[in-house]
């Protein structure tokens, strides 16, 4: 099946700073999303990114479909930023997700 | 609201019980879909069903049951069978026959088995 590669792991920021995650996916995918998990465990949606680039508030993201990745920018980073972000891709088989193992975000004062 | 709801937020099974876990929606979803999330680890699916009254397994579906009787509902059976059913189990849906396949999750279920 399809792998999806996250990176960094792990990533400490000071508030304010800016961060870009990355995403790989191995094959074809019909659909991609991100997705941050607060401390509570909740999946909160933050693209829905085939292809191209969507921006909301101080997040945006861009999806290379040709080349297979994608990446998450979070720039002015605060505190309410920390958590596990999270790549998600559907290669359109009943649009079942494949997940990657995330990015920790932590961003400190 | 329109949402996912998933019930309990905690359970507790013990040894060789069978347990439920719950999710309704109210979104006119057509699919519906049952994660499972290990701790440090992503999701990975257990039962998916697409429409009323159809399922299919998942990557990881062994000690696993599920029904779908009602478009808003997909109840999720751990059964006695699965040897390690300790995790956070997340339910989603999506409108999948409608172009936008975007997925939304509920919040989620921690069982524990004591």
């Known amino acids: 099946g399809i792998q999806v590669e996250q990176s960094p792991p792990d990533l400490i920021l000071q508030e304010g700073a800016n961060s870009t995650l990355r995403c790989n996916f191995s094959?074809?995918?019909?659909?991609l999303q991100w997705f941050h998990q607060n401390p509570w465990g909740q999946l909160i949606n933050l693209f829905y990114i085939p292809s191209g680039t969507k921006q909301n508030g101080r997040l945006s993201a861009t999806t290379v479909a040709t080349e297979r990745y994608s990446l998450l920018y979070i720039s002015s980073s605060q505190t309410t930023d920390s958590g596990v972000y999270f790549c998600a891709v559907d290669t359109g088989t009943a649009s079942k997700l494949t997940f990657g193992t995330g990015t920790r975000l932590q961003v400190t004062l | 609201d329109g949402g996912i709801t998933q019930s309990p937020k905690y359970l507790f099974r013990k040894e060789g019980q069978n347990v439920t876990l719950s999710c309704e929606q109210n979104?006119?979803?057509?699919?519906m879909y049952w994660y499972r999330q290990d701790p440090g680890q992503g999701l990975r699916l257990i039962y998916y069903?697409?429409?009323?009254?159809?399922?299919q397994k998942g990557d990881i579906a062994e000690g696993y049951s599920v029904s779908r009787e009602k478009k808003e509902s997909f109840p999720l059976t751990v059964t006695s069978a699965q040897k390690n059913p300790t995790a956070f189990y997340l339910c989603?849906?999506?409108?999948?026959?409608?172009?936008?396949?975007?997925?939304?999750f509920g919040q989620g279920t921690r069982l524990t088995v004591v």
């Open positions: 094959d074809s995918v019909n659909n």
């Open positions: 069903s697409q429409i009323v009254n159809d399922f």
């Open positions: 989603a849906s999506t409108n999948r026959f409608q172009g936008n396949t975007e997925a939304f």
């Open positions: 979104l006119n979803h057509d699919a």
